[in-house]
């Protein structure tokens, strides 16, 4: 096992080698830790089924949290929260929608024993837009500077979160992409493939916004973007709120970096996608074009 990992010195690194088609799981990112140290650790957690763990969590120059909404999720949230911190050095946000599979009390406990960790209760089903927005407002409230969407069911390997973060240097948003090169979905069937690559390159040819894969949900934003972003305007509920996003980013003439992931299918717990959320999408895409209005928002 430890003949196939590949250590490598930065972020930077990691992602050329993501690029040349290296799958991040056998990376060993260094990133000041002692090599030793971090192969043995990435052995171990291989080994426990938790990806190529570092030996202590990765820093990023920014304080930054990670927003994960929940609903059902009794059967990941407390794994992947364990593994967020575990990789990255951050807060969490757990934004639980009245799941009645007691998803809320598993998020209690685990903030109430450890203060970097927190819950957001809300009443009912009231949707991925709504929770994210929602998470932008603690972020900016508490002072963070760097703020993070990502899925409960492990889709999103938790393992490259600190890339994903440390991207931002240069651009107010980053989007974890399937569809540039180095990315790839995994354990999706053809029809799935064809909607999401599909409705891809409905949003790219009619937004010509430059973003390749404009529904992925696992992003970092800058605060200080989101702070010049009309949010009371989003409209989107579903999985159009990315769309929606990344769009009034690029209209106020922000930076945003597509950096490649490997996209897993969720192996635990059932897919939010629905057919209303499919054709939320459909209809907003052409309306964007008429209600965000180009600006020149300040870069970070």
């Not at 992947?80 to 009390?105: M, N, Q, W």
């Not at 938790?158 to 651009?171: E, G, K, N, Q």
């Not at 209303?276 to 052409?286: D, S």
């Amino acid at each position: 096992m430890a003949a196939r990992l590949l250590a490598v010195p930065d972020f930077a690194a990691a992602e050329t080698a993501v690029r040349s088609g290296v799958d991040s799981m056998s990376l060993v990112v260094l990133d000041g830790q002692d090599e030793t140290a971090a192969r043995a650790a990435a052995v171990s957690g291989l080994a426990s089924a938790r990806g190529p763990l570092p030996s202590r969590p990765h820093r990023c120059p920014w304080r930054t949290l990670v927003v994960i909404p929940t609903y059902n999720e009794k059967d990941n949230v407390e794994a992947i929260v364990t593994a967020a911190v575990a990789y990255l050095d951050t807060d969490v946000l757990i934004v639980d929608d009245g799941s009645p599979d007691g998803t809320g009390r598993i998020a209690d406990r685990l903030a109430a024993g450890n203060p970097r960790i927190h819950v957001l209760h809300r009443s009912g089903k009231q949707g991925l837009g709504t929770a994210y927005l929602a998470g932008f407002a603690f972020a900016q409230q508490h002072g963070f500077e760097r703020v993070c969407e990502m899925d409960a069911d492990f889709s999103h390997a938790p393992w490259d979160l600190p890339r994903l973060v440390h991207a931002s240097a240069d651009a107010e948003l980053v989007i974890g992409s399937r569809y540039v090169v180095g990315g790839c979905t995994v354990g999706w069937d053809w029809k799935r493939r064809l909607l999401s690559r599909g409705a891809n390159l409905y949003a790219r040819l009619l937004l010509a916004s430059g973003i390749r894969d404009n529904t992925a949900g696992f992003r970092c934003f800058h605060t200080a973007a989101l702070r010049q972003l009309d949010l009371g305007a989003v409209a989107a509920q579903g999985y159009a709120f990315q769309i929606e996003m990344a769009y009034r980013v690029v209209r106020a003439g922000l930076r945003v970096r597509e950096i490649p992931i490997h996209f897993v299918d969720r192996q635990v717990g059932r897919s939010k996608m629905s057919g209303k959320i499919a054709r939320e999408a459909l209809w907003l895409v052409p309306k964007l074009r008429i209600r965000v209005k180009r600006s020149r928002a300040t870069r970070s």
